[in-house]
């Protein structure tokens, strides 16, 4: 079946919004809060194996008090972490990786349907889109966020609604990722999938990705081919994605 969408995770496939983004939020939710925690670059790695912002403020009260954290103290860090992420997105602290905007306006030009799909919150999308894509966002026909899913990635609710909303068998699609857990939830949706290797996704063994289509290390023309068919062009472009169909 010929490639009719892309659908595209957010955190660390369109922008490194992980270490430059959330992670700074994160810390200044918890010095604002006078929380002793603090999680520097290559530790919050480790954090991310939690999927979502409020799972992971859970794990990291529960870990430092050694009881159950009340829900609203969670909500109440939570929302402040997203108003310091969308200063921070507001502040010019991020942009999006190589390649990205390229390709979304290659593929929107080409006549694909294309979607986000995110279990990351509205807000934080909202604030990324708004600074990052600008014109771009209209590429987008649709957005799946955490707040439309009762479970996160690696589970596949979001893609299965992506899908279900635009009408589409997974077969009809490709899944730009970046991670895991994010490959985890594309396949199991039904969906082929190119891996982008993010800051934290270039610290995962190569043999983590098999189920994708193919691992890249970035997208345009500074990408390269990882795993998976050689690119018949030079970079990561549409082409290369319509070959891998």
């Not at 593929?107 to 889109?129: C, E, F, M, N």
């Not at 997208?219 to 472009?237: D, H, K, M, N, Q």
Request: aromatic fraction near 6%; hydrophobic fraction near 45%; include cysteine.
């Amino acid at each position: 079946m010929a490639l009719r969408a892309l659908l595209w995770d957010v955190d660390g496939t369109l922008a490194e919004t992980e270490r430059d983004g959330h992670r700074l939020a994160f810390n200044r939710a918890f010095a604002e809060h006078g929380l002793p925690l603090h999680w520097d670059a290559e530790g919050y790695g480790d954090w991310l194996r939690i999927t979502g912002g409020r799972e992971r403020i859970h794990a990291a009260l529960a870990a430092l008090e050694g009881v159950e954290p009340d829900p609203s103290r969670v909500e109440a860090l939570q929302a402040c972490k997203q108003r310091h992420y969308a200063a921070l997105v507001a502040g010019g602290g991020l942009g999006l990786r190589p390649g990205v905007a390229t390709l979304i306006a290659a593929a929107a030009a080409a006549g694909l349907r294309q979607a986000i799909v995110t279990t990351s919150g509205r807000a934080a999308v909202q604030a990324l889109a708004e600074r990052l894509l600008g014109s771009l966002a209209e590429a987008f026909e649709l957005w799946v966020c955490g707040e439309d899913v009762v479970s996160k990635k690696p589970d596949p609710e979001a893609y299965v609604l992506a899908l279900r909303r635009l009408g589409l068998e997974g077969s009809a699609g490709l899944a730009i990722e970046d991670s895991p857990a994010g490959l985890a939830a594309a396949t199991a949706g039904g969906l082929p999938c190119l891996l982008t290797l993010s800051h934290y996704g270039r610290r995962e063994p190569l043999e983590r990705f098999t189920a994708a289509r193919a691992v890249v290390s970035g997208l345009g023309e500074s990408g390269r081919v990882l795993r998976g068919p050689a690119c018949p062009a030079e970079g990561i472009t549409l082409s290369y994605l319509l070959h891998l169909r």
